[in-house]
């Protein structure tokens, strides 16, 4: 991969609207959305919602930090889960719709933990956001990637506001 190229997983509730809305992020190269973090290898839909595999719904972002940075990408992800909600982000409610940040990379977890503890200052409770390194990862079936491109009128937890903004986000820390 190349040295500008980094990856971070993001667990935003349902997978469909947290990959339209980091798709739209200037920086972003690619979104694919998947199951992380849960008890087997390459779950499908259908285990991860009735099986009880632990899995949650994910999208690893990829990205150019000379575009956009961590701490910004993760600001952004701020924006749109309510971080002290427990496996649950909109209507959407179990312990796939969890939140979560999970890294492949070590160096990350500084920066991850510095960035949730600003929120939690900002809170000034506990937030049920994980922050773990990423485990058992494996992509979602091809009708789930893209799901909101494909489904226009797909239900979705963020909404038509926060997609705008997402487009028309750029990393003020990076000139």
């Known amino acids: 991969m190349n040295n500008n190229v980094r990856e971070i997983t993001l667990a935003g509730g349902c997978f469909w609207g947290t990959e339209m809305y980091f798709k739209a992020i200037r920086g972003v190269i690619k979104t694919e959305v998947g199951y992380a973090n849960g008890k087997t290898q390459n779950p499908t839909y259908e285990d991860v919602c009735h099986h009880n595999t632990g899995h949650a719904e994910v999208v690893k972002v990829t990205y150019d930090n000379q575009v956009i940075s961590l701490p910004f990408l993760l600001s952004m992800y701020f924006e749109v889960i309510d971080p002290v909600a427990v496996n649950r982000q909109g ?31 900002e809170y000034g409770v506990p937030l049920a956001i994980e922050v773990l390194p990423l485990e058992n990862y494996s992509a979602a079936e091809g009708y ?14 963020i909404g038509n506001r926060e997609f705008k903004k997402a487009a028309v986000a750029r990393d003020p820390s990076i000139k």
Do not use: F, W
Not at 98 to 121: C, F, H, K, N, W
Not at 144 to 157: A, T
């Open 144 to 157: 789930h990637q893209e799901y909101l491109i494909k489904n226009p009128g797909g239900y979705c937890h």
């Open 91 to 121: 209507n959407d409610v179990g312990i796939q719709y969890r939140t979560g940040i999970y890294y492949s990379d070590p160096a990350d977890e500084a920066v991850i933990l510095e960035s949730v503890q600003a929120l939690r200052m």
